[in-house]
């Protein structure tokens, strides 16, 4: 049965009636679907996180299972990942990407004994994914809790990043008298692995020391943590996302309440991903290394992508082809929504240009596992972003792991479920904005779903 | 050597060491030992002072102490099963000593009728939750201390790998800082890394209590979950036991303990000595245990492990008086000893193991110990026992190459060697951590015996511990403004002691004050007026106070059936990095934090001794529930504090244990022993009103022993032993329960473990002489202890004692 699958599983429209048939006979929980799947029908495999020790810490387990585009959207079709779902071999929520035809699902384990190893399945409906490939481990070059990402390059290559400090100090030649030492600046050391999806092997790897300006680096800023990296449009550059810390230089203690600087991204030449530059936005202050989702991504020529932890409330950035901020776009989520503090938390635009963005304020409501999520529709040209109101909210609909859409033409799939209740799939067509309930999700207590893929 | 006799204010401690006194001595201590024909000790014989109330039985050393003779003449029988009934006559008018050497009876040995009562029976009575570890027949085997804690009822031992790793012991599913260990009543975190249930060898201890849920006052601590403690050997009898243990792995153990008492002036030498060195290099295969070729490619292979070894010595000498006039004991020692274990992975077997990595640690502590019966007055009985000293312990990791699990350099994706982006072994940087630490702990307890039927105990424990940290491979600067930590704690228990209707109950009652003191310092630099920069310390300091009280009751329904219960409001207080937070892990102070506090109840009935004919039995029950409240932990990771440096420790939330503990114990004929014990419970924890089982918990355990002895077999006169033993613990996953149709489960699953061993001991005539021989793991089933890490396979040891009891 596993390789008659694989003999026809680009072949997408058979794949589905099969798979569906699999899903329906091993599964009574799902509604049966008799209506012969047309051939844009794809699969929409949604991720659902279990508590591990405190209500939406989603440590105990990450689950999925996969239903048809048309069952995804169908509201009397009722689905229980936790309780029928396939669990993704990571110690820790698994950080997952899937294939653009959504067909294969690809996974780094995430800390734990196999912490770093890539895996891909194939997506064959219900509980069903089938291993393919061979294994192959990043461990090794970016560390058993690694930050990766798919590329947007049909599907080929992942990369993901590791980032290691030191601190510098001169000791004045006087190594026992400390009032005279100087702290210079501290080295952050960057590596960035790239992985061939479809062959499961390691493309490139190599480390940096990635310099910040003088005076900042004399202030005792830093690159912390590295994540979400890019391609431009040319495919010549790649993009990495940061954090900066900063140290306090008397005493090399970790500092707080400084001076937030401008948004940084580090470039390098990609594949061989050598020469790093770092750019900085004048427009966005803060992170731009997101958390769990994607945070950056191309669209018409550009690279757009999100600042977190902005004193000014979060900012979309651009990225223009010359691989250099457009400063000239300047667009802050808190004038946009209205809101104060807004923060965004995982995003995705459709190839029209409008998004679907989750996002918290300052205004959320404190719920059980931290601020109150809500969407929002936005227009990457038009500036403009919109709270999405056909989506119910509640005090305990979190956000903060939100990890995927499932993007297929205008539409983008997404989950919503607060923290222990039972939500559903809700399909947003970001050129009309109509939102579409689809199927319902039944949840266990403490646990959340982390999106589509 | 009645443990729970002893208890002291620490004010009194002072003033009894630097004041003379003077006893008016109005009765006698009769005290001596019990023999067999060659000198072996007769562990439980009777002795009886005919004509008065007077009698008692011998510990393990064959030793008996009776107090309270007045001068007379007095005839003393000794009686023992399977030896001859033996009296003298003896003129006592001061503090006289005697020794038996009984004849074998071979006539009365098919007559067994077991009187008198152990120490550990005697202990086991009293009404908590408590298991004795006798640890007589273990010291002469090739058993680890640890190995003989895990097959106890209840107690279940997690262990990071082989001999010398990282240990973590759960009793009745509270594990962690929960469970408090001692060595003679003094935390365990005196001594250190170096002189511990790893290292301290099961011939040097005497035995191991271990009280579940309810600590009587003697232990007191903050010990939420139980506490184990280690009491090392403490005869007076003049002694030298030494062995030699050799095995797999290039395991090597030695020790020796031995004692001489002047019987002149009471001057009494003590000393013991161990010595351990493992490779550790038994064999390992899974799903990580790997070797990465080009491109990444993946082969799986059976590997040995190679950074793994371990070695420790360390020892005790002990200079006093002994069963003198103004004392029972009267120490002065000192205690010193060394660790260095390398590391071969982290908290998982990844594919990346460690080369290199190690941890190093000593301790140095000097030891005062007091004890006498019927201080100043009758009935009035004192123990003091302090340790003053430093320990430290180091963790270096400095290689950066990488290696792959055949111990060679690993290879990247291009077929070169490589290193580390992060410069070592272990992900965070390399380090040589340095922790120093001055540690002292004082116990001292003062009982009175009001009468027969109502005794008052007092105890203190103080103890103290300075920290200070530093980091070789770090700069003055960052060393400097490292700072530095100190925990005081004082805790004083007061206990009462009824017994009533004959023995039949006895109860006691105690209530037990916490203090806890910390003080961080954090240097800071200030510029001064003058305008030059200057280093001051900020200091901050919480203070916790608390209370919790407690008793255990014990009822005999029937001479075989005693009700044992107990319960305890059970307290542990914060600790250092919970009340100061962590520099390295960007967590903050929270001085307002609470400890954690729990309701521990115990319900048990000791069945036995059933005797029939050469049949005996004994099975004993605990119904056990722990509730805990305010569990400390850290709050989750959201977006509001994911950049922070803002993160503390909190009171989240509560948890439960409940379960069952059944013990069964059966005799035949002293030839034939047999012990069979099986624990279970449900571990939950409750956090914002959702409940969910603990992972990475073995919830069921079993442990049986078979022994069978023969007499006489080769040798006259000489001991054949053959032990058989079988532990399971059933399978856990490591992620919590998941629902009732989910695929992918077993990737979390630590499968069912069946590890059994056989063993077997001789004795020659003399009785000086045991070798033992153990096969472990005899059919190389994998073990796992946690997250899946494995442990030694089939394992062989060869161990030589030589002991004497008669100088």
């Not at chain 1, 909210?393 to 033409?409: A, E, K, T």
């Not at chain 2, 002149?264 to 070797?291: E, M, P, Q, W």
């Not at chain 2, 006039?325 to 594919?351: C, L, P, R, V």
């Not at chain 2, 954090?522 to 310390?537: F, N, Y």
Request: proline share 3%.
């Amino acid at each position: 049965m596993k390789s008659i699958f694989l003999i026809i599983r680009n072949i997408t429209f058979i794949a589905l009636a099969l798979g569906s048939i699999v899903s329906c006979s091993k599964d009574d929980d799902i509604t049966p679907d008799p209506i012969p799947m047309e051939t844009e029908s794809r699969w929409i495999t949604v991720a659902a996180a279990r508590m591990g020790e405190n209500p939406g810490d989603g440590n105990g387990g990450t689950l999925l299972y996969s239903i048809s585009s048309e069952d995804a959207k169908d509201p009397t079709v009722s689905i229980a990942p936790f309780d029928n779902g396939f669990i993704a071999p990571s110690n820790r929520t698994a950080r997952l990407q899937s294939s653009e035809d959504g067909n294969t699902i690809f996974n780094i384990s995430y800390a734990g004994d196999t912490g770093g190893n890539y895996t891909k399945y194939t997506v064959e409906g219900g509980q069903n994914f089938t291993p393919t490939g061979s294994e192959v481990s990043i461990a090794p070059y970016v560390g058993s809790a690694p930050r990766w990402i798919k590329l947007f390059d049909g599907d080929k290559t992942g990369a993901a990043v590791y980032v290691s400090t030191e601190h510098e100090i001169d000791d004045n030649d006087t190594p026992d008298d400390v009032t005279d030492d100087i702290y210079v600046r501290t080295d952050a050391k960057i590596g960035i692995v790239t992985l061939d999806l479809v062959n499961s092997s390691i493309k490139e790897f190599q480390e940096h020391s990635v310099p910040l300006t003088a005076e900042e680096e004399a202030n005792g800023y830093y690159f912390s943590r590295i994540d979400m990296p890019v391609l431009n449009a040319a495919g010549d550059k790649i993009y990495i996302g940061a954090r900066l810390s900063k140290v306090n230089p008397e005493t090399a203690e970790s500092d707080s309440g400084y001076e937030i600087l401008g948004s940084k991204t580090i470039v390098l030449d990609y594949p061989s991903l050598l020469n790093p530059t770092v750019i900085t936005s004048s427009v966005g202050h803060g992170n731009t290394n997101g958390y769990r989702s994607i945070n950056a991504f191309l669209y018409n020529g550009s690279v757009y992508q999100a600042n977190q932890s902005d004193p000014e409330g979060s900012h979309i950035l651009k990225i223009g082809s010359d691989n250099q901020y457009d400063d000239s776009y300047d667009f802050n989520l808190d004038e946009a929504l209205g809101v104060e503090g807004a923060y965004i938390l995982a995003w995705r635009p459709a190839e029209n240009g409008k998004a679907v963005l989750a996002y918290r304020h300052d205004g959320s409501a404190e719920g059980v596992a931290g601020a109150q999520g809500f969407f929002a529709l936005v227009d990457l040209e038009a500036k403009t972003a919109e709270k999405i109101n056909d989506i119910p909210y509640d005090p305990d609909f979190y956000l903060f792991q939100y990890q995927g859409f499932v993007v297929d033409g205008n539409e983008i799939y997404l989950t919503q479920a607060p923290v222990g209740e039972n939500g559903n799939i809700y399909v947003v067509d970001t050129e009309t904005g109509v939102v579409t309930k689809g199927a319902e999700l039944v949840n266990v207590e403490g646990s959340h779903f982390i999106g589509t893929f | 050597m009645k443990i729970n006799n002893n208890f002291l204010v620490p004010l009194f401690c002072m003033v009894l060491l630097t004041t003379s006194y003077e006893l008016t001595a109005q009765v006698n201590k009769l005290s001596g030992f019990v023999f067999g024909p060659s000198n072996e000790p007769l562990v439980g014989a009777s002795v009886i002072v005919d004509g008065t109330q007077l009698g008692t039985v011998t510990d393990v050393h064959g030793a008996f102490q009776i107090t309270d003779i007045k001068n007379g003449e007095y005839t003393i029988s000794t009686s023992y099963i399977g030896y001859k009934t033996e009296s003298k006559k003896i003129a006592v008018h001061a503090d006289t000593q005697v020794k038996f050497n009984l004849m074998e009876n071979a006539a009365e040995l098919s007559m067994v009728v077991i009187q008198g009562t152990t120490e550990k029976t005697k202990i086991e009575k009293e009404g908590f939750a408590v298991d004795i570890i006798d640890t007589k027949e273990a010291g002469q085997r090739n058993i680890q201390t640890n190995e003989l804690l895990n097959s106890s009822v209840g107690v279940k031992i997690r262990q990071n790998g082989g001999l010398g790793s990282n240990v973590e012991y759960s009793l009745n599913g509270l594990s962690g800082s929960a469970v408090r260990i001692f060595i003679d009543g003094i935390p365990i975190s005196t001594f250190g890394s170096s002189f511990n249930l790893n290292s301290i060898p099961p011939s040097m201890i005497d035995r191991i209590e271990i009280y579940k849920g309810v600590v009587p006052g003697h232990l007191s601590d903050d010990a939420l979950g139980g506490a184990i403690n280690i009491v090392l050997k403490s005869s007076t009898n003049n002694h030298l036991n030494a062995s030699v243990s050799y095995g797999s792995f290039n395991t090597l153990q030695a020790s020796f303990n031995g004692l001489y008492r002047y019987d002149n002036s009471g001057f009494t030498v003590k000393a013991s000595g161990f010595h351990n060195y493992s490779d550790n290099d038994y064999k390992v295969s899974g799903r990580s245990v790997l070797v990465t070729g080009l491109g990444g490619v993946q082969t799986p292979i059976t590997a040995r492990r190679f950074n793994d070894a371990y070695s420790s010595t360390g020892g005790v000498i002990q200079l006093g008086y002994t069963d003198v006039k103004w004392a029972d004991q009267f120490y002065i020692g000192y205690t010193g000893s060394s660790n260095y274990k390398e590391i071969q992975h982290g908290a998982f077997m990844t594919i990346s193991p460690y080369e290199g990595r190690f941890t190093q640690s000593e301790a140095s502590l000097v030891n005062l110990s007091y004890q006498k019966q019927d201080l100043f007055t009758k009935d009035l009985d004192l123990t003091i026992n302090g340790y003053y000293g430093k320990r430290n312990t180091q963790v270096i990791d400095t290689v950066t190459w990488a290696y792959n699990w055949a111990g060679e350099r690993a290879i990247d994706f291009r077929g070169n060697e490589y290193k580390y982006s992060w410069g070592s072994q272990q992900e965070g940087g390399p380090t040589e951590a340095r922790i120093d630490r001055n540690v002292a702990s004082i116990r001292t307890g003062l009982s009175y015996s009001i009468n027969d039927h109502h005794k008052i105990l007092f105890n203190h424990v103080h103890n103290r511990i300075d920290r200070e940290d530093s980091d070789k491979l770090r700069s003055v600067l960052e060393n400097t403004f490292l700072g530095t930590r100190d925990l005081y704690k004082n805790i004083v228990a007061l206990t009462y002691e009824v017994n009533a209707f004959d023995e039949r109950l006895k109860t006691s009652l105690f209530g037990k004050y916490y203090q806890q003191k910390t003080i961080s310092v954090d240097p800071a630099i200030e510029i001064g007026s003058d305008g030059v920069k200057k280093i001051v310390d900020e200091v901050v300091s919480s203070n916790k106070i608390n209370n919790g009280y407690g008793f255990a009751l014990s009822y005999a329904i029937i001479p075989e059936i005693t009700l044992l219960t107990s319960a305890e409001k059970a307290v542990r207080l914060p600790n250092e990095t919970e009340i100061f937070g962590s520099d390295g892990d960007n967590v903050v102070a929270n001085s307002s934090i609470n400890p954690e506090l729990s309701k521990n109840f115990n319900l048990g009935f000791r069945f036995g001794s059933f005797k029939l004919n050469n049949h005996q039995l004994v099975v004993t029950t605990n119904l056990f529930t722990r509730n805990i409240k305010d569990r400390i932990g850290l709050p989750i990771e959201t977006s509001l504090n994911v950049d922070d440096e803002l993160i503390l420790y909190v009171n989240q939330g509560s948890g439960t244990s409940k379960g069952i503990d059944l013990q069964f114990n059966y005799t035949y004929n002293k030839k034939l022993f047999f012990n069979f014990n099986v624990s279970k419970f449900d571990l939950k924890i409750e956090n914002r009103g959702v409940e969910i089982d603990v992972p990475n918990t073995p919830f069921h355990t079993m442990n049986a022993n078979l022994q069978y002895s023969f007499k006489d077999l080769i040798q006259k006169k000489s001991k054949l032993d053959l032990f058989y033993s079988l532990s399971f613990t059933d399978e856990f996953s490591y992620i919590v329960p998941q629902g009732s149709n989910t695929v992918g489960d077993d990737f979390f699953k630590v499968p069912n473990q069946l590890a059994q061993d056989l063993g077997v001991s001789y004795t020659l005539p003399k009785k000086d002489i045991v070798v033992s021989f153990d096969v472990k793991n005899i059919f190389d089933k994998p073990v796992y202890d946690n997250l899946s890490v494995q442990k030694p396979g089939r394992a062989f040891y060869l161990k030589l004692n030589y002991s004497i009891y008669k100088f």
